[in-house]
């Protein structure tokens, strides 16, 4: 079957750098996705990784092993705003998105 | 670029009514739209997966007959809500792919619609 694996939820200080880990199991792969999702609100793109290692975007970069089947999405110099779900989301053999419950992260002053 | 809009945001009918929501993406041809629904604290949940011009594909679970799908154009597609009950009541969301962005299976989404059904 497919699975994504995440923490539910994490918590963290303004100002830190937390990582935000994924393991997933899909029928096939194309590609990861990270969307963050504000409560009550629609979620929004953070990054894509279709090949292994590193993007860096700005405070945000997103790691990908496709052997190992892990991601991690890497936030820094962390800011109030960023309080939010972040979801995990690979493409699978039929070109779905995947979606998993998503980690809940709780900045703290 | 790559904007998606959903309307109503927000819509409260009666048990027993239908609910109309709109989903459009407004600069790009979106040849596959998906509809989910979200419960407080829980996962999406893709609901159907629509295709301009043909049925859509509707998730195990999901009733076709009550959560009518249309996608006539590339940039519209709706949900219909029929014979509504609480148990409906919900976040919808609608998001969008096509050839735009970084990859054309990304998945642009709409601002959602809260449904609250009395």
């Known amino acids: 079957g497919q699975n994504i694996d995440q923490p539910t939820e994490m918590t963290a200080t303004e100002g830190a750098i937390v990582q935000i880990n994924c393991t997933y199991q899909t029928s096939g792969f194309n590609g990861l996705f990270w969307y963050q999702q504000h409560a009550g609100e629609a979620p929004t793109f953070l990054s894509y990784?279709?090949l292994d290692g590193l993007e860096e975007k700005g405070r945000f970069s997103s790691f990908l092993s496709r052997s190992k089947g892990y991601s991690y999405l890497l936030l820094k110099e962390l800011q109030m705003k960023d309080s939010a779900s972040y979801l995990c989301a690979p493409l699978d053999s039929n070109y779905q998105l995947i979606w998993g419950a998503g980690t809940k992260l709780i900045i703290k002053p | 670029g790559a904007v998606v809009s959903q309307h109503p945001s927000r819509v409260i009918c009666k048990s027993g009514t239908s609910v109309k929501i709109e989903c459009r993406s407004l600069d790009f041809q979106a040849t596959t739209m998906f509809w989910y629904r979200q419960f407080p604290k829980q996962s999406l949940m893709l609901m159907a997966t629509?295709?301009?011009?043909?049925?859509?594909?509707?998730e195990q679970g999901v009733e076709k007959d009550k959560f009518l799908i249309n996608h006539a154009s590339l940039t519209l597609s709706t949900l219909t809500v029929t014979s509504a009950h609480p148990e409906d009541s919900s976040f919808y969301i609608c998001?969008?792919?096509?050839?735009?962005?970084?990859?054309?299976?990304?998945?642009?989404f709409g601002p959602g619609t809260r449904l609250t059904v009395t």
């Open positions: 629509s295709n301009e011009g043909s049925k859509a594909t509707y």
């Open positions: 990784n279709v």
């Open positions: 998001s969008a792919s096509g050839e735009s962005g970084r990859s054309s299976y990304e998945q642009y």
